[in-house]
């Protein structure tokens, strides 16, 4: 029973004695202890990886920005801007891939724009498309009618479609797509292609 008591009061003794040594320490002794724990402790800086993944989105979201800008002048027809090197380099990385985001969306949205300026939809053709297609299809994009001849919003034929440009089957492309093909096709030919409705 002795000998228990005086191994663990050895040992409680054992481990007080760095405690008491690092109390009774001068001040600069305390200062070199803490420059050892510091060492010692793992620092929070970004590794080489991640600061080239972080390099990587700001490059891409210049590179958007300069895509965006030389869209927006094409569509607006003005000089495009010169883009500097912005506050948004120094975001993280998830408000980077965010931003890189919302310019990719910008961006296409754009790009529709251009393609409907270059059919030639105005907002004047646009309401005249309306209602062709209202009589035509009740603005349905995947109508067939005409025993299968006629197909999509605007009632293409296979001949017509493929005259402006179209691809496949009129009543699978986008509405976006029959729109712009539509519009191309009242530019060149009229109101003609349209007998009835036109």
């Known amino acids: 029973m002795r000998a228990h008591l005086i191994a663990v009061l050895s040992v409680g003794v054992a481990a007080a004695v760095p405690a008491v040594a690092i109390s009774a320490a001068t001040p600069n002794d305390v200062k070199a202890i803490d420059k050892t724990v510091t060492t010692t402790t793992k620092t929070t800086t970004p590794d080489a990886n991640e600061l080239l993944h972080q390099r990587r989105l700001a490059k891409r979201f210049l590179k958007l920005r300069k895509r965006l800008n ?25 408000a980077l891939v965010r931003a890189n985001r919302k310019l990719g969306k ?3 949205s754009v790009r529709a724009d251009l393609r409907d300026k270059r059919a030639g939809l105005t907002p004047g053709v646009r309401a005249t498309l309306e ?8 603005g349905n994009p995947r109508a067939i009618g005409g025993g299968g001849a006629y197909r999509g919003k605007y009632q ?9 440009g179209g691809k496949g089957d009129p009543a699978r492309a986008s ?8 519009a191309m096709l009242l530019k060149h030919g009229g109101r003609g292609h349209w007998p009835v409705c036109g």
């Open 70 to 94: 030389r869209l927006v002048a094409e569509r607006d027809g003005r000089k495009v801007r010169k883009v500097r090197a912005p506050v948004q380099l120094r975001w993280s990385d998830r």
């Open 106 to 108: 910008r961006i296409r």
């Open 131 to 138: 209602r062709i297609a209202a009589c035509e299809s009740h």
């Open 156 to 164: 293409f034929s296979f001949g017509t479609w493929a005259s402006v």
């Open 175 to 182: 509405e976006a797509e029959q729109d712009r093909r539509a």
